[in-house]
Structure formats: structure tokens, C-alpha cells
């Protein structure tokens, strides 16, 4: 889980989005970053295990490397059901920790928590009911696209 955490690039992302925020983002704040925060390590559980479980049979099926689905039924010597099991509570509980951290800020302000917050949510939004709408894009995800970009609801 350690590598598969660091290559998705939520680190990353979140390091180079702070970097577009301005003087909100201070010195402090990219030290915080340094230190893999939790909510840090939560939003890229949420990203992984959302995107593993969602792609892992058409990655199967492509011959694409192991996932970390398969990875976890070898390591532990569990069926596919089991790895999803256990992948559904990991993934509640990251979920708890993003809330969490959300409801209890550090000093590091919540506009730039907010940002760990929505990564997961976009996770969330592209690998529901375990559908690859990343990869596949469908109707559902394009109709997504439309109401944020095209039709926006009016503030």
C-alpha cells in the first residue's frame, strides 16, 4: 500500500495545487505537506482503492500489471470477495480520517484542506458503484462535465 500510495500522485497534486493558491499556501503550510499529513495519506486512499477496485478486472483482462487487489489476495491468501471486503473498510475508514481532519484543522487552513477534501470527492465522483468513468467515459460523467462547465448552476 505504501508504493501504491505514492503512485497515484496525490502528493504531488496536492503539493503543485497549493502552489496556485498563493500566499495562503505559506512556508508552514509546504512543511506540513513534507510531513504527510493524515488527510494527506486519507485522500490518496480514497484515489487508490476507489480506482484498484474499479479497474482492477478490465486491467485484469488487458494483461495490465497486478493491482493492489491482487497484490492484497496473494499477500494474505484471500479470495477477490474478501480483497473487496477489506478494501471497502479501509476505504470508510479514510474516510473518517478525511472528516476528521477536516472538522478538527491543524494550522493549516481549510480552503487548502478543502482541496485534500475535494480530490477525494472527485475519486469518488469518476469511480462510483465501481465504474471506471475515468477511463469509459460515459454519459453520466459527461452530463457531470456539462452542468460544471456548461450549464453552471448560477451563485
Same mark, same amino acid.
Given at each position: 500500500m505504501r508504493v501504491a500510495l505514492v503512485s497515484i500522485g496525490a502528493p504531488v497534486l496536492t503539493f503543485i495545487s497549493f502552489i496556485g493558491m498563493g500566499e495562503i499556501a505559506t512556508k508552514e503550510v509546504f512543511d506540513w505537506l513534507q510531513q504527510n499529513p493524515k488527510i494527506v495519506r486519507a =485522500? /490518496?486512499?480514497v484515489i487508490r482503492l476507489m480506482d484498484d477496485m474499479?479497474?482492477?478486472?478490465f486491467e485484469q483482462e488487458r494483461?495490465?500489471?497486478? =493491482? /493492489?487487489?491482487?497484490?492484497?489476495?496473494?499477500?494474505?491468501?484471500v479470495s477477490e470477495q474478501q480483497a473487496y471486503e477489506e478494501f471497502h473498510k479501509q476505504l470508510e475508514n479514510a474516510w473518517k480520517d478525511i472528516n476528521?481532519?477536516?472538522l478538527k484543522p491543524t494550522a493549516v487552513p481549510m480552503l487548502l484542506l478543502s482541496r485534500?477534501?475535494?480530490?477525494?470527492?472527485a475519486a469518488d465522483v469518476m469511480y462510483k458503484g465501481q465504474k471506471d468513468a475515468f477511463t469509459h467515459l460515459g454519459?453520466?460523467?459527461k452530463n457531470n462535465?456539462?452542468?460544471?462547465?456548461?450549464?453552471?448552476?448560477?451563485?
Open positions: =485522500s /490518496s486512499k474499479a479497474t482492477h478486472k494483461g495490465h500489471i497486478a =493491482s /493492489s487487489i491482487e497484490c492484497y489476495m496473494k499477500q494474505h491468501g476528521e481532519e477536516c485534500l477534501l475535494n480530490f477525494a470527492r454519459e453520466v460523467m462535465i456539462s452542468m460544471l462547465l456548461i450549464d453552471p448552476v448560477p451563485i
